[in-house]
């Protein structure tokens, strides 16, 4: 579970979507949802797409801390956004779930 999780987050900073893609159907090979949290879980490929044309490419992340227990994890992540007056630094706390090869994903980040 580490390992993809990680993959994740390196591929996002490489700029390589497939390589997001993969990593989150490793972890979910039987689907996988995202959930905002205070929102309804998305479906995970579309969720990810529309994050990437968003964020892919003016956004890059650093793992602060990644905790893995059995089946569950939860990273603390800095999301460093580049905007118009410099970069600035997010934090947001992301939680993977799997069960039964399903992924759920959830993103605790500010509004």
């Known amino acids: 579970m580490e390992s993809n999780i990680r993959a994740i987050y390196t591929s996002w900073n490489a ?54 227990n059995g089946n569950e994890a939860a990273v603390m992540v800095h999301n460093n956004v580049q905007t118009p007056e410099g970069i600035v630094t997010m934090p947001s706390i992301e939680t993977y779930k799997v069960s039964d090869g399903s992924l759920i994903v959830r993103y605790y980040h500010s509004s």
């Open 15 to 68: 700029g390589n979507l497939e390589a997001v893609l993969a990593a989150f159907s490793a972890l979910g090979p039987q689907g996988y949802k995202i959930e905002y949290v205070g929102n309804a879980p998305l479906d995970g490929k579309q969720a990810l797409e529309e994050m990437w044309s968003q964020y892919g490419g003016s956004c890059t992340v650093d793992i602060v801390e990644l905790l893995v």
